[in-house]
């Protein structure tokens, strides 16, 4: 089992840029493909980016596509998720997920049913 703490939120103008981060304690957090996924006020929680377990491959959903990174530093056991050129329409919860994908270690998963285990969230709002 594995437990996800995020941060990093914050309010931020339209514009700037906001590094969260989702710290893992429990099994060996190299053992997990990570994702972050977002919920906007009265919408689906979408799926944001995510990174392999091994050699760093990542996915982006279009809407964050080139303004955001994914990466990960097993060392630290964190994940972390940098946002540039905010929008209003960023403004969401961001949750990190894992989840073990056995033998594909260099497999992402974009879908929020594949992913195990979710962390509580941490609050984004951009302001136009």
């Known amino acids: 089992q594995v437990q996800l703490i995020e941060s990093g939120g914050g309010l931020v103008q339209a514009g700037g840029s906001l590094r969260l981060s989702c710290a893992a304690s429990?099994?060996?957090?190299?053992?997990?493909?990570m994702g972050w996924f977002r919920q906007a006020p009265g919408k689906e929680r979408e799926f944001v980016a995510a990174?392999?377990?091994?050699?760093?491959?990542?996915a982006y959903a279009d809407s964050v596509k080139g303004r955001g990174t994914i990466s990960r530093d097993n060392a630290k056991n964190t994940v972390y998720l940098q946002m540039n050129s905010l929008k209003p329409e960023d403004t969401a919860v961001y949750y990190c997920?894992?989840?073990?994908?056995?033998?594909?270690?260099?497999?992402?998963?974009?879908?929020?049913?594949?992913?195990?285990?979710w962390g509580q969230g941490t609050q984004v709002t951009v302001s136009s």
């Open positions: 997920a894992a989840v073990d994908l056995g033998w594909d270690v260099y497999g992402v998963r974009t879908k929020e049913r594949d992913y195990y285990y």
């Open positions: 429990g099994r060996t957090f190299s053992s997990y493909t």
């Open positions: 990174i392999s377990r091994s050699l760093g491959r990542t």
